[in-house]
């Protein structure tokens, strides 16, 4: 398939939304009112609003590999910030998935490249985990599980941010949610991880504004 195909399956789906809702297209363009901003993998078979059913427009998406909340990501951050703070997102969705080429990677320790230092986080991750993780003694579980406590762990990141905290402090209904997609039946595990509030973070990780 080359670029022209796309370009001719884009026309096909413009004209054959406009037949059938002339207004979508007008509505969308008028305003980006999400109430969800997903985080999710970059892999190209997890796509944000297919997997939870929803419409353009109604899902503020950031992608990246391995579904990460690094602290010196401004590109993730200026995201952040422009949900929390502009378009007023109620839900933040950091969304895994089981089988995660990222996390298989963290897991081996051959030399990727420039990938490897992007992955440092998640061999932290199973660093911190390794005595759990010792006791799977099945590898493809393993990995499964390696998905879970990443996105756990990037819950947990998000959640320490000041763009985040700021929110609460300013009384904002906001939430972070841990979920993990199988592509094997395209349905989400939700890890129940929910942070609401800086009062579930360690003392050491919230900001004691005056």
């Known amino acids: ?3 022209k195909e796309l370009i001719k399956r884009n026309h096909e789906w413009a004209e054959n939304i406009a037949n059938t809702d002339p207004d979508f297209f007008p509505t969308l363009a ?5 109430e969800f901003l997903w985080i999710g993998c970059s892999d190209s078979r ?3 609003n297919q997997v939870v059913d929803l419409d353009p427009g109604e899902v503020f998406v950031h992608r990246n590999v391995s579904n990460m909340v690094i602290h010196t990501d401004m590109n993730m951050l200026s995201v952040v910030q422009f949900a929390v ?12 998935h089981y089988g995660c080429g990222g996390v298989r990677a963290a897991m081996e320790q051959g ?3 420039l990938i490897d230092n992007w992955l440092l986080d998640i061999k932290d991750t199973i660093y911190h985990h390794r005595k759990a993780l010792a006791n799977i003694t099945d590898y493809e579980e393993k990995v499964d599980r390696v998905c879970e406590l990443n996105v756990i762990q990037q ?3 998000l959640s320490h941010t000041n763009i985040v ?13 841990g979920w993990c997609y199988g592509l094997n039946n395209g349905k989400v595990k939700d890890l129940e991880v929910t942070v609401d509030s800086a009062e579930k973070l360690k ?8």
């Open 85 to 96: 703070e502009i378009l007023e997102v109620k839900h933040i969705i950091i969304v895994g």
């Open 155 to 157: 819950v947990y990141n």
């Open 111 to 113: 030399e990727n490249g």
């Open 46 to 48: 997890v796509p944000a």
């Open 203 to 210: 003392d050491i990780y919230r900001y004691k504004v005056e």
């Open 1 to 3: 398939m080359d670029i």
């Open 165 to 177: 905290q700021k929110a609460w402090r300013n009384n904002k209904r906001l939430q972070i949610h």
């Open 30 to 34: 008028a305003q980006q009112k999400p």
